[in-house]
């Protein structure tokens, strides 16, 4: 296992995203944050120049994971194997033709597919694993500055998709970008009723989320997740000045009144995962985001009652993550990746952290 840590220079004010500003780091080292330490089962290797975001594990029908990321600098997918890590490859490369990118950010694998998302493309692109041939996209009439997806089944061949759309009115002085006013926040999140035949895709705008209050707006959305099985939405708010949390929204689009971990991120509300058993138990995943050793809070899924908190050994300064909950060769019992740095992804054996915070197994509560 590489344990390549970089320091990261930061962004430079015109290529700053919405969440970055000039401020100091966050670091979870003398943050006095409880938590247990969960050590990497192994570190893809490190490319800085690629400026890593997100992570998805596509699972072929030979049972070889392919853990793919999006690499905002570069305009492509880092591929790598799943299990150990190691370089498979990338995927496409800068541009606006099908199979191009333009600054991916969002990605989501189910079934045969991966939609990513790109944010100067304004679209959200499909593509068909192994191959990674491009079948179509879909948003591009709509989506002003998109970044984070979630999606499910929701007929064979057919899904509902929510993308998040962090259009801002404009940069102050200091590049920084200006937040619209409540009133114009209400497109937060764009739905998307999705259907993808042999070779094409069909797409229609199926509405918009966003609520407008002062309590339930999404002022800078990234990463969202659903479960449609408790009626529940989260999404992160990454504002620090109005106090980051995850914001918990019905499927359909309303905010409950709730937030998950107000005044526990003392950082920044980043990736969301959910691990769920059949009766309904289990755990949410969200990331603090510090720069030095990222913290993942796991919460119960049915109460959001906070269970605990992990870090990792190196990894850092984490946005995607992906938590697969099937069985691979190397992970039996699933696994959870986090992007380290923007250079690569950290994988975490699920045994560990399951073992780490006491976790009862699906069947067990």
Same mark, same amino acid.
């Given at each position: 296992?590489?344990?390549?840590?970089?320091?990261?220079?930061?962004?430079?004010?015109?290529?700053?995203?919405?969440?970055?500003?000039?401020? @100091?780091?966050?670091?979870?080292?003398?943050?006095?944050?409880?938590?247990?330490?969960?050590?990497? #089962?192994?570190?893809?290797?490190?490319?800085?120049?690629?400026?890593?975001?997100?992570?998805?594990?596509?699972?072929?029908?030979?049972?070889?994971?392919?853990?793919?990321?999006?690499?905002?600098?570069?305009?492509?997918?880092?591929?790598?194997?799943?299990?150990?890590?190691?370089?498979?490859?990338?995927?496409?490369?800068?541009?606006?033709?099908?199979?191009?990118?333009?600054?991916?950010?969002?990605?989501?694998?189910?079934?045969?597919?991966?939609?990513?998302?790109?944010?100067?493309?304004?679209?959200?692109?499909?593509?068909?694993?192994?191959?990674?041939?491009?079948?179509?996209?879909?948003?591009? @009439?709509?989506?002003?500055?998109?970044?984070?997806?979630?999606?499910?089944?929701?007929?064979?061949?057919?899904?509902?998709?929510?993308?998040?759309?962090?259009?801002?009115?404009?940069?102050? @002085?200091?590049?920084?970008?200006?937040?619209?006013?409540?009133?114009?926040?209400?497109?937060?999140?764009?739905?998307?009723?999705?259907?993808?035949?042999?070779?094409?895709?069909?797409?229609?705008?199926?509405?918009?989320?966003?609520?407008?209050?002062?309590?339930?707006?999404?002022?800078?959305?990234?990463?969202?997740?659903?479960?449609? #099985?408790?009626?529940?939405?989260?999404?992160?708010?990454?504002?620090?000045?109005?106090?980051?949390?995850?914001?918990?929204?019905?499927? !359909?689009?309303?905010?409950?009144?709730?937030?998950?971990?107000?005044?526990?991120?003392?950082?920044? !509300?980043?990736?969301?995962?959910?691990?769920?058993?059949?009766?309904?138990?289990?755990?949410?995943?969200?990331?603090?985001?510090?720069?030095?050793?990222?913290?993942?809070?796991?919460?119960?899924?049915?109460?959001?009652?906070?269970?605990?908190?992990? #870090?990792?050994?190196?990894?850092?300064?984490?946005?995607?993550?992906?938590?697969?909950?099937?069985?691979?060769?190397?992970?039996?019992?699933?696994?959870?990746?986090?992007?380290?740095?923007?250079?690569?992804?950290? @994988?975490?054996?699920?045994?560990?952290?399951?073992?780490?915070?006491?976790?009862? !197994?699906?069947?067990?509560?």
């Amino acid at each position: 296992m590489s344990l390549l840590v970089a320091c990261a220079s930061g962004p430079v004010a015109g290529d700053r995203e919405p969440d970055q500003t000039t401020d @100091a780091d966050v670091l979870l080292a003398g943050a006095g944050v409880p938590h247990v330490v969960v050590a990497e #089962a192994f570190l893809t290797p490190m490319t800085p120049a690629d400026n890593v975001d997100s992570p998805a594990l596509s699972v072929g029908a030979d049972g070889r994971p392919l853990l793919l990321a999006t690499a905002k600098a570069s305009g492509r997918l880092m591929k790598y194997d799943g299990d150990t890590g190691a370089t498979a490859g990338v995927v496409g490369r800068e541009g606006k033709a099908a199979g191009e990118f333009d600054r991916p950010n969002g990605i989501f694998a189910i079934d045969d597919l991966v939609f990513v998302v790109e944010r100067d493309n304004r679209r959200v692109q499909v593509l068909r694993a192994p191959a990674m041939a491009a079948l179509g996209s879909f948003g591009q @009439a709509e989506l002003q500055q998109p970044y984070g997806i979630w999606l499910h089944r929701t007929a064979p061949g057919r899904y509902e998709v929510l993308v998040s759309d962090a259009y801002m009115s404009g940069k102050d @002085a200091a590049g920084n970008d200006i937040v619209p006013p409540l009133a114009e926040l209400d497109r937060r999140l764009r739905r998307y009723a999705v259907e993808v035949g042999k070779d094409a895709v069909q797409a229609r705008l199926a509405g918009n989320v966003g609520d407008t209050g002062a309590a339930g707006a999404i002022r800078i959305p990234e990463s969202v997740w659903g479960d449609p #099985a408790h009626d529940r939405l989260l999404v992160a708010e990454e504002d620090a000045s109005i106090g980051t949390a995850v914001r918990v929204y019905d499927i !359909a689009g309303s905010y409950l009144g709730r937030d998950v971990g107000r005044g526990v991120f003392k950082a920044q !509300a980043e990736g969301i995962a959910l691990w769920q058993c059949d009766d309904g138990s289990g755990y949410w995943i969200t990331t603090d985001q510090f720069k030095d050793r990222s913290l993942f809070h796991v919460w119960d899924r049915r109460s959001l009652a906070h269970v605990g908190a992990f #870090a990792g050994r190196v990894v850092g300064n984490t946005d995607g993550v992906w938590l697969h909950q099937g069985p691979t060769p190397r992970f039996p019992q699933g696994v959870f990746y986090a992007v380290h740095d923007d250079m690569g992804v950290g @994988a975490f054996d699920w045994r560990d952290i399951a073992a780490a915070l006491k976790l009862p !197994a699906c069947g067990e509560h």
